[in-house]
Nanobody, 122 residues
Framework: QVQLVESGGGLVQTGGSLRLSCAAS????????MGWFRQVPGKEREFVAA????????YYADSVKGRFTISRDNAKNTVYLQMNSLKPEDTAVYYC???????????????WGQGTQVTVSS
């Protein structure tokens, strides 16, 4: 069992930055690919970014490429999402997910966090 807890969301102006964190419980964090997804009410959950188990490979949605950076610290059981040059269309609830088999947009997620709200004002 893995529990994921996101933090770092909030309200920011267009062009600003936020850093999301997702802390995982348990001692098997390094066995999971990790991903960030986001969801706006009334829309499907959208893939944002993913990182492989060891952190050596990353994958981004086209909409965030060049602005967002995913990273992980396996010693701290934490994955991060650095978000720069934020736009109003980035407003959503952001979720982290852990997947033992797949990574990238096809991640189904063995475990999900509860989400953290990001709001970008224009």
């Amino acid at each position: 069992q893995v529990q994921l807890v996101e933090s770092g969301g909030g309200l920011v102006q267009t062009g600003g930055s936020l850093r999301l964190s997702c802390a995982a419980s348990g001692r098997t964090f390094s066995m999971y690919h990790m991903g960030w997804f986001r969801q706006v009410p009334g829309k499907e959950r959208e893939f944002v970014a993913a990182i492989s188990r060891g952190g050596g490979t990353t994958y981004y949605a086209d909409s965030v490429k060049g602005r967002f950076t995913i990273s992980r610290d396996n010693a701290k059981n934490t994955v991060y999402l650095q978000m720069n040059s934020l736009k109003p269309e980035d407003t959503a609830v952001y979720y982290c997910a852990a997947d033992s088999r797949q990574w990238g947009p096809t991640m189904s997620g063995d475990y999900w966090g509860q989400g953290t709200q990001v709001t970008v004002s224009s």
